[in-house]
């Protein structure tokens, strides 16, 4: 036993070493660094806060396929599914400031502070830019009595809280995008919360909910065999892959929601290493093989600089703050 | 037997004190559920006892006899492991963690031992982070 | 028929066929390694199916979706780790005919009962999905209330010797299950403000702690007296009478599996209980499942690979993906600039019946790979308890770390390991936990949901055939478990 003992504090020891040794070694090149941006000299990790195999996973991983030839180095997905994102967000937030480590965010970002919840802020990133956008819309049955949005808004006007409107989860934009169309119209719908998109449609086409509030890529399939029809988008200018839908605007209703996502690294992440970013993941977007991916998966390209992304974000953050409040959505925590 | 159930009655009825009067606090629709889980749990938590009274004493674990102190050596192992590891990262850890235990658990005929640790190392690291793109955690300094 | 021998005119191949191999491989490998689950091997790889044809990446995708669900088994078996939640199940019997020195009965009885599942689903798959697929559309939240209810009725059952300690260890669970945000209002519960703990507690930490860490933490107190015993055995295959008992098993089982996966947002890990539960019911030997029964580990393999074909039903007929993975597959496929639902069977029926073809010949695969490996991979029990323990330990450690890249996940890990050591201290079995964990969240969130669309009114439950059926069964259930657990008081009353 006593010889045991000696070997365990001896690999202590020598762990130790290792430990200090690293540290050592670690912080010179680290004094060096604000001048020179040599930069990346290592793997960087995308954080993704939400599942694998989610439309922000595969956005990510598209985007990863091909920034990693423009950076020189490899690029990893992390996925940090939970809490509307939060989990994620915040590990994204609190990561070292180098620029290794970039979170992929999306539109709850600006919603889940405001539910009193977590401590998730998007002014504690350096965005980067923002990558994709896509509108909310009303899915209905293929054979709902309504033919336009006017007869659905009008029969739920008419019949307060009784069109179950389905939705990926309390809190979640799509949840908001229906609480818009209630605040812009002055309906009342009764929110069915599912634990995403895919069972939310899934309930709609067995006839269990009305309605969904969700993007058209999310019913794309059923629509196009039949099965559902979308009844307004609430954007500015039509789907492209849906372009006989008519967007809200134009049935004469001002509500413009869409999800959004966007990459972003910790703030005082220098700026030269930010450009460098930057410009390598606007490239990969660029690319003819990346947009046809996302042309595929549904999901919109819409690039918006670092700066207008801010503005966006911040005009966000407050729109969702009056809503939330007006909502009651606010979890008080006694 | 008898008094191992005793103990863990009574933390079982604490817990479900604890979860009644923390669901104090949620809205309402939240709170049903854990209460009426809370509820039952109190409920069979007494009924175990109660049968408990009527149950002969049989004897679960000797102390003696138990050689709980190796387990517990190999439970600080690894603990210290975890810590240390998301510090100086997964390839300069395991090796050390998995050759220390090998060694608590029987001692000697340590080429096996080396060769074990080193080719589990290289082996699990080829798989997660090489073959499969998942992280593992680095050297973070 | 003629579009499916073209289908596997298609996958025979060799560049095709190879590929599916080295898939159905590939798989196995992720799934028996604990944390890495089917999902995970099948998103990992999905953009490695990007620059390959559509058929020849599908088919691949297959491969691992197929061999990761088997491939969990083997861990479950060998070492009482299961490498996918599916696999959860199969640890009750598995793992204690392992201990015998079975090994090798219980890894051959598992690759012929997942392949024989596999197979039963591929055909429903092929031939009956759009009748099957409805039944994906008759389940809303009472339903899913109801079966979620059924599944937690057979707590009794996996509890031994023990029932009300069996309920309370259900109770626990339930109570993990609430920690997190409440995913029907958003409230956070339990969370004592920690930002990992708003998803809940990670499930496989858990399993992987109650189950594998637990019993790791067992094998060091009593290492040297059990370092040597006679593992010869562990190279026998099951023998041609003892499949025969078990043909029925998993037929039904197969089938069960099969249905389950039709039922969006239902997955292996459900069926494999649901399967086990009925398994020992209907079974001579119901009384020894626990103890190493061969019906024990056919169960719930069968049925949880009977998934696999089963929830691509859905995605190929509606367009919509019933777990996970198939939403996966929905991605993948859609980035072949495919749309699943009726029009794919019309304006792509190559494509579908290589996939259908795929399907079928992935579970051969792993089949007759599972067979011809046994003698082999049996052998990690052969490895010195000493040297294998503390691989144990790091395989469940790299694991959980990887599921969600989560330092916090070590922790629960941790914790879950050793309250899994002190209940078997005290005679409170573990499944229960496990199994409350998966139904718990389902069962309140559904229930609740179902009163949300009926606007409060109780009727909705007791209005629609399938939910009054399913509730109907699980009264039987309890009360038939009730009836059978004071037979066996009577019973060892009159011994005494």
Known sequence: MKKTWAMVAMVLVVSLMLVVAGCGGGAKPAEKAPEAPKFPTKQIEIIVPAGAGGGTDMLARAMANKAKDLL?????????????????????????????????????????????????????????????MDPAAITVKADAPWKTLKEFLDYAKA?????????????????????????????????????????????????????????????????????????????????????????????????????????????????????????AFKKAMDDPGFIAQADKLGLGLAYLNAADFTKFMDADFANYAKLVDKLGLKQQKK | MKRGSIVAGFLLIALAIVVWIGSAAFTADSSYFPRAVAAIMLGLTILMLLENRTVRD??????????????????????????????????????????????VLEKGDWKVKILSSVITTAAIYYVFQMMLDVPLPAWSF | MDLLVHGFATVLQPQIFFILVAGTLGGIIIGSLPGLTATMGVALLTPLTFSLPPATGLVMLCGIYCGAIYGGSISAILIRTPGTPAAAATVFDGNE????????????????????????SALCLTFIAPELARVALSFSSPEYFAMGLLGLSI??????????????????????????????????????????????????????????????????????????????????????????????????????????????????????????????????NGEKFGTGELEGV?????????????????????????????????????????????????????????????????????????LFAIKYIARVINIPKPILTPIIFVLCIVGSYSINNSMFDLLVMMFFGVLGYLMDKFKFPVSPIVLALILGPMVEGEFRRSLLLSSGSFSIFFTRPICVAILTLTVFSVVGAYIQQRKKHRLLKLEN
């Not at chain 3, 009885?109 to 596999?118: L, N, P, V």
């Open chain 1, 72 to 132: 020189g180095q490899p690029v990893v997905i992390v996925n940090k599914p939970g809490g509307s994102g939060t989990v994620g967000f915040t590990a994204g937030q609190t990561a070292k400031p180098d620029g290794y480590t970039v979170t992929m965010f999306f539109a709850e970002i600006v919603i889940v502070p405001h539910l009193g919840i977590a401590q998730a802020d998007h002014k504690l990133f350096v965005p980067i830019m923002r990558v994709n």
């Open chain 1, 159 to 279: 019949n307060p809280g009784k069109v179950r409107m389905g939705n990926s989860g309390p809190g979640s934009i799509w949840h908001l995008a229906a609480a818009t169309v209630e605040d812009k119209t002055g309906v009342k719908f009764n929110h069915v919360p599912y634990g995403g998109a895919a069972p939310a449609v899934t309930a709609l086409l067995g006839g269990a909910i009305e309605a969904v509030a969700v993007s058209p890529a999310e019913v794309g399939a059923q629509v196009a065999s039949g099965k559902l029809k979308i009844l307004g988008v609430m954007s500015d200018k039509r789907e492209k892959a849906f372009p006989e839908v008519k967007t809200f605007k134009e049935q004469g209703y001002e509500v413009v929601v869409g999800t959004w996502r966007g990459l972003g690294v910790p703030k005082g992440t220098p700026e030269p290493v930010v450009k460098i970013l930057h410009d």
């Open chain 2, 58 to 103: 049989q004897v679960v674990f000797e102390w003696e006899k138990f050689n709980y102190r190796r387990t517990a050596i190999i439970f600080v192992i690894t603990s210290i492991y975890l810590v240390i590891m998301a510090y100086v990262g997964f390839l300069i850890t395991t090796p050390i963690c998995l050759l220390l235990m090998m060694q």
């Open chain 3, 97 to 120: 005919l392992a201990k015998k020195g079975l090994a090798g009965k219980a890894l051959g009885m598992s690759a012929i009962a997942s392949c024989a599942g596999g197979v039963f």
């Open chain 3, 155 to 284: 707590v009794a059952s996996i509890s031994g010797d023990y029932v009300v300690r069996g309920l309370i260890s259900a109770c626990i669970g339930l109570l993990v299950g609430l920690v997190g945000l409440d995913n029907l209002n958003g409230y956070p519960r339990f969370t004592f403000g920690l930002v990992d703990l708003l998803n809940g507690v990670s499930f496989i930490p858990v399993l992987i702690g109650l189950f594998a860490v637990s019993e790791a933490l067992r094998t060091t107190e009593s290492m040297l007296k059990t370092a040597h015993v006679d593992f010869k055995l562990s190279g026998v295959l099951p023998s041609f009478s003892e499949l025969r008992g078990c043909a029925k098993t998993i037929l039904k089982s197969s089938a069960i599996g099969t249905m389950i996966g039709i039922i969006p947002a239902t997955g292996g890990d459900i069926a494999a209980f649901l399967a086990y539960g009925e398994a020992k019911r209907s079974s001579k």
């Open chain 3, 298 to 370: 056919a169960a719930p393999e069968a049925a949880n690979n009977g998934v696999t074909g089963g929830a691509l039903i859905p995605l190929m007929t509606l367009g919509i993906p019933g777990d996970a993975v198939t939403a996966i597959f929905l991605g993948a496929l859609m980035l072949q600039g495919l749309r699943p639902g009726p029009l794919l069977f019309k304006d792509n029926a190559e494509l579908v019946y290589a996939i259908f073809a795929g399907m079928f010949l992935a579970n051969i695969i792993f089949m007759l790979f599972g």
